[in-house]
């Protein structure tokens, strides 16, 4: 086994290990990669046949857009969050995930997400504070909002919902709080028919994520935020597909007879002066 390793690091030394190259880290890192991969033909045998396949699967991904974010987001993205999270403190991030895009319309108070007439799906207020890990409010500060619909559609890459819906920007108040309108996303399936689903079909997995809402929040005196909310109760709660879920990150939905459903978070963003 470690011979063949060699071999193949040989073989492919010219790109990787030259005398006059310096130890970049793409060379470090694709090497990595790469005796990962060809370790992985050698010890499973991979036939033509399969080797074939893959590269269809991947031509097929590369051919729909973003299937590749999505595929990768999927399987590698909760763990490249898991080594960048520092110890800087405040609410904890979560992926971005493939469906952020920026500029979304800035929204006037009283804050109501960009939505369709009759928009489908459960009204919900989802107020909240921003504050530092220094304990000060943060006025002024900048929420970034996106979310699927109720039928799991996210705008701009769903061909079926309208551009801009359920995204919007706007800033926190005087007291660094904020009350936003929209509606409670369901649990999401990844888009159905791609490359990412199939493969997640020949795994015998499922598509689904718990609802979720994305939140993009900044601040001059603050590092900037990428996070997501999640809801208790949610049936795949404890079952998202891409293994995104923190404790610290759901929240209870309080419902009402009379009026629209309510839940609150207050982020809290880490201070530039500390460490
Ligand atoms: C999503 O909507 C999402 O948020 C992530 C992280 C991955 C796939 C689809
Ligand atoms: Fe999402």
Not at 142 to 164: I, K, L, R
Not at 242 to 248: N, Q
Request: some cysteine; aromatic content about 10%.
């Amino acid at each position: 086994m470690t011979s063949a390793f060699r071999r193949d690091y040989k073989r492919n030394s010219a790109i990787t290990d030259s005398e006059t190259s310096t130890n970049t880290r793409l060379q470090v890192i694709f090497t990595d990669v790469l005796q990962s991969l060809l370790g992985i033909i050698r010890r499973h045998q991979v036939t033509w046949e399969e080797y074939r396949a893959a590269t269809a699967w991947l031509t097929e991904a590369g051919a729909q857009g973003y299937e590749i974010p999505l595929m990768l987001d999927v399987f590698l993205s909760q763990t490249v969050d898991d080594v960048n999270f520092g110890a800087q403190g405040g609410t904890e991030s979560n992926v971005e995930g493939p469906f952020y895009v920026p500029d979304a319309q800035l929204l006037e108070r009283p804050y109501v997400l960009t939505q369709r007439e009759g928009e489908a799906g459960e009204r919900l207020m989802f107020s909240g504070t921003v504050s530092s890990t220094d304990g000060s409010p943060l006025a002024g500060a900048m929420v970034d909002v996106w979310q699927a619909s109720a039928a799991g559609e996210y705008s701009n890459f769903h061909p079926t919902c309208p551009e801009g819906n359920l995204r919007g920007r706007f800033t926190t108040d005087d007291l660094g709080r904020f009350e936003l309108e929209t509606i409670v996303p369901p649990s999401y399936g990844i888009p159905d028919g791609g490359a990412t689903a199939k493969l997640l079909a020949g795994l015998g997995r499922h598509l689904i994520r718990p609802g979720h809402i994305h939140f993009k929040l900044s601040h001059p005196t603050c590092r900037s935020l990428t996070t997501q909310i999640y809801f208790e109760g949610d049936p795949y709660i404890d079952a998202d597909v891409v293994g995104a879920v923190k404790d610290s990150l759901i929240v209870g939905l309080v419902r009402s007879d009379d009026a629209a459903t309510r839940c609150s978070y207050d982020f809290v963003l880490a201070s530039r002066n500390e460490a």
